[in-house]
């Protein structure tokens, strides 16, 4: 079945630091890659996502690239800020034999960022 | 536009007691999940509808759990007779094909505690 395979956490960075999140997918078939991020006691929000081979999904200054060949869709950010301390998760959507096009999630990184 | 919204947003109830969570989608989706995250994982799928119909049922985790969206807008879940290993957040998401794709978006999730 489908997979996804996230970094372990937590992941603890000064303010200002480079970001990466590696994730890694398993899949039949050509997935649509997804970014979401859960800030504490809240449900997730998209953060970005990637449809289809070297799609590159941005916002907020965060990006990730759809490489089929390695099936990974890593997330990055230049800069971050303390703002961005919460858990990232990657997820992939594919079409299931009920249609259902249901998400399948990693388990989460956690992300603290210190002043 | 107004996100998905979820109620209630906590729920604490004994060993045995029915519960039931309403979830209202964005309104012109048509799709609308129901999954669960247990302490940190990540979500998992639990239901689907189109419109009023249930598609995807199976993932369902017992008998004691069912859903239902009787109009095709706001959909119900209900545990009977919970069990502590119910203890989790219940997350609703919705979704409308786009640009064929069913991005979904999610609501801020119950929190439901099993004493």
């Known amino acids: 079945g489908d997979s996804v395979t996230q970094m372990e956490g937590p992941v603890t960075l000064s303010e200002e630091a480079f970001l990466t999140i590696n994730c890694t997918y398993t899949?039949?078939?050509?997935?649509?890659l997804f970014w979401y991020v859960q800030y504490p006691g809240e449900g997730l929000q998209l953060l970005l996502k990637a449809t289809k081979a070297d799609d590159k999904g941005s916002n907020k200054g965060f990006e990730a690239t759809y490489r089929n060949k390695t099936t990974s869709f890593h997330l990055e950010k230049g800069s971050v800020q303390v703002s961005d301390s919460a858990v990232y998760f990657c997820?992939?959507?594919?079409?299931?034999?009920?249609?259902?096009?249901?998400?399948?999630f990693g388990k989460g990184t956690k992300l603290s960022v210190i002043p | 536009d107004t996100g998905v919204s979820q109620d209630p947003r906590h729920k604490i109830t004994k060993r045995g007691q029915n519960v039931t969570f309403r979830c209202d989608p964005i309104s012109e989706h048509n799709r609308l999940y129901w999954y669960r995250q247990t302490l940190g994982q990540g979500p998992e799928f639990l239901t689907y509808?189109?419109?009023?119909?249930?598609?995807?049922k199976s993932r369902l985790l017992s008998d004691r759990f069912s859903a239902e969206r009787p109009k095709g807008s706001f959909s119900t879940l209900e545990i009977q007779r919970t069990e502590q290993g119910d203890s989790a957040m219940y997350l609703c998401?919705?979704?409308?094909?786009?640009?064929?794709?069913?991005?979904?978006?999610f609501g801020p999730g119950t929190r439901l505690t099993v004493l």
């Open positions: 509808f189109q419109n009023e119909a249930q598609l995807e």
């Open positions: 899949a039949t078939g050509y997935p649509s």
């Open positions: 998401a919705s979704s409308l094909l786009r640009e064929g794709q069913y991005t979904q978006y």
């Open positions: 997820a992939l959507s594919a079409f299931s034999g009920a249609g259902s096009y249901q998400l399948t």
